[in-house]
């Protein structure tokens, strides 16, 4: 009885937790132009008129290059950042990987208004440049977890051997440890993409005038009224950032299977 009643009461939280997406992602396919059931018909309507919304397409190529600069950089420096924590005796070690994982501890808006504050005391004006940076410092903490993660699972015997047989150290990184750390680097990447593509708190706080990422896009056009447009952009959004970070899981897992193989 006991058990059946936790599955009960699983099933009602999930219900709770998917059940409004579900209802955004139906009504996206909606003919009627009010959001509301019983649906009227099926139709791509509001996809296509998302499509030839400049708005909307200007913030999509936003998004785009933001979360794609975000993701290259995160993942430079967080591969830079494992590789020192892993394998060398940093003076310090523990304090500053604290510091660097720090950004998840804190709660987004603390950060962002921290990060605000800061630039309008140091009279640095808002840019995209300084957009990247505040979604690099989200970003670059869940590279880190990840790819320290599988860098600790790869012994140094792979890389003193290529030293032993003259390899220099990066020529031994290149040839044997990035290989062997691919996957953690590619799921790296694409967590701090998603991540990127997905803020709308610091990007709310950090965007200077004039640009607009796709949630704040969403965010201002929820003021004037809920268009069905909104409800077809959610539903592209919802399957960008949930199947980009499954896609990425079983590239990683098959690159994983085939490196172990």
């Known amino acids: 009885m006991g058990w059946n009643l936790i599955r009960i009461y699983t099933l009602l939280v999930y219900l709770f937790m998917f059940l409004p997406v579900a209802v955004v992602v139906l009504l996206s396919f909606n003919a009627s132009q009010f959001g509301s ?9 509001w ?24 993701a290259v950089i995160s993942t430079t420096l967080g591969v830079l950042a494992s590789l020192a924590l892993v394998r060398y005796e940093v003076p310090g070690r523990n ?10 501890l804190v709660p987004e ?13 140091l ?8 957009l990247l940076m505040g979604h690099v410092i ?6 880190i977890l990840v790819v320290q993660a599988r860098l600790v699972g790869i012994r140094r015997d792979y890389e003193e051997a290529a030293l032993s047989l003259g390899a220099s150290p990066v020529q031994a990184f290149f040839q044997i440890t990035l290989p062997l750390l691919a996957p ?9 993409f998603t991540i990127s593509f997905d803020d709308i708190t610091g990007t709310l706080f950090w965007k200077p005038g004039g640009v607009e990422t796709v949630p704040t896009q969403i965010f201002a056009m929820l003021r004037n009224s809920i268009s069905p447009e909104i409800n077809a952009l959610g539903t592209v959004m919802i399957f960008l950032t949930v199947g980009l970070p499954l896609l990425g899981l079983a590239i990683a897992r098959r690159m994983a299977m085939q490196r172990g193989g």
């Open 37 to 45: 059931f019983p649906m009227t018909g099926f139709s791509f309507r």
């Open 47 to 70: 996809f296509v008129e998302l499509a030839q919304n400049e708005a909307i397409l200007r913030a999509f190529q936003t998004s785009i290059v933001l979360g794609a600069l975000t």
């Open 95 to 104: 304090l500053i990987s604290t510091l660097l994982i720090a950004p998840i």
């Open 109 to 121: 808006v603390v950060l962002a208004v921290a990060l605000l504050l800061f630039l309008n005391f």
């Open 123 to 130: 009279a640095i004006n808002k840019s995209f440049f300084l």
């Open 138 to 143: 989200f970003t670059l903490p869940f590279v």
């Open 184 to 192: 953690a680097v590619f799921a790296g990447m694409l967590f701090a």
